[in-house]
Nanobody
């Protein structure tokens, strides 16, 4: 059973940067696409970014394109989300997830394993 643990969240000001990390244990993530989702207060959980198993293909939500970068280190069983130029609307709990298949996707139902989330708060 794969366990995912996110870290790196915190309280920052608009325009600041944060780097989130997701560490996997109990199983491998190296052969699977990984993604970040986020859930703002009172809203549904939304797709943020995804990366294929090799790291050569990525996908981003329009709202974060050009500001966020997803990356992975399969040797260390970790995935990262570099977030630059943060905005108050980026405030949310951020979750990492491992896909259930080998296909890169943005839909939540495709992801079988989820972390507990890390809070990101951006003040104006």
């Amino acid at each position: 059973q794969v366990q995912l643990v996110e870290s790196g969240g915190g309280l920052v000001q608009a325009g600041d940067s944060l780097r989130l990390s997701c560490a996997a244990s109990g199983g491998t993530i190296s052969n699977y696409p990984m993604a970040w989702f986020r859930q703002a207060p009172g809203k549904e959980r939304d797709f943020v970014a995804a990366i294929n198993w090799k790291g050569g293909s990525t996908d981003y939500a329009d709202s974060v394109k050009g500001r966020f970068t997803i990356s992975r280190d399969n040797a260390k069983n970790t995935v990262h989300l570099q977030m630059n130029s943060l905005k108050p609307e980026d405030t949310a709990v951020y979750y990492c997830a491992r896909h259930r298949t080998l296909l890169l996707g943005t839909a939540q139902y495709g992801y079988a394993y989820w972390g507990q989330g890390t809070q990101v708060t951006v003040s104006s």
